[in-house]
């Protein structure tokens, strides 16, 4: 018997549709640093060239990046810093709100104060299978050049609002354009409900026989865990 693939509905505003950029498959935002590098490098031991693997072989940090949608800014911006990064003001020739004020007060003691927080305007709704949330994170292994926004979680599956994106502006004093479409957050949907109580315990006879034999296989063969354990995501 097959069973369908969980799927994720973004929809917006008839007036919007075809205006703002479209969420985009995280996978097609793979940074240029990663694209560039070989799968490979050589080294010398003991007077002998050796091949060694790169960041290029190891599939966790791929699927970081290629897991979920890209949320965008729904119009250019034009953002000057001022003040040590502690003035922050900003223009758009949008007809529709782009990004606004966060009141400070909201979040006392965080770190990246005393700079400005603001709030990008979202206006794509998210929605889920039941039993599925949404991680809103900062884009995973790449860098964004003008701010960094606050994680959050949300049950997209019952919210029914666009979820708007806190963040800090980054950049140095200044005068900047924030072109329309450029990433905010990485949304990677999950399944919730885990216990909340872990099963912590040493491992048995059996499972340290089971995890060296793994780890033997892994000496002989770098690529152990992408050619037999990993699912291409």
């Not at 919007?16 to 050589?42: C, M, N």
């Not at 529709?96 to 709704?125: C, R, T």
């Not at 885990?194 to 995890?211: C, D, L, M, Q």
């Not at 033997?216 to 992408?226: G, I, L, T, V, W």
């Amino acid at each position: 018997m097959f069973f369908e693939k969980p799927k994720v509905l973004f929809r917006t505003d008839s007036e919007l549709y075809g205006i703002i950029p479209e969420p985009a498959p995280s996978r097609s935002y793979i940074p240029d640093w990663y694209k560039k590098i070989d799968s490979y490098y050589t080294q010398t031991k003991d007077s002998i060239p050796w091949k060694e693997r790169t960041i290029k072989r190891c599939p966790p940090v791929l699927d970081a990046m290629v897991t979920g949608w890209i949320l965008k800014t729904a119009a250019e911006i034009k953002l000057v810093v001022e003040d040590n990064g502690g003035g922050v003001s900003w223009s758009t020739n949008a007809e529709f709100a782009v990004i606004e004020p966060h009141s400070s007060d909201q979040i006392k003691g965080h770190p990246d104060l005393p700079k400005p927080p603001l709030k990008f305007i979202n206006y794509w709704h998210m929605k889920t299978p039941p039993g599925w949330s949404t991680l809103f994170t900062p884009l995973l292994n790449r860098e964004q050049e003008f701010f960094t926004p606050m994680s959050g979680i949300v049950e997209t599956d019952k919210h029914l609002a666009c979820v708007n994106f806190p963040s800090f502006v980054t950049k140095e004093d200044g005068s900047y354009i924030i072109p329309q479409g450029t990433p905010i957050v990485q949304a990677i949907p999950f399944k919730r409900n885990f216990s909340k109580k872990a099963e912590i315990r040493a491992y048995t006879s059996e499972e340290t026989f089971k995890r060296n034999q793994n780890t033997r296989k892994h000496q002989a063969n770098p690529s152990h865990y992408r050619d037999t354990q990993w699912e291409k995501k």
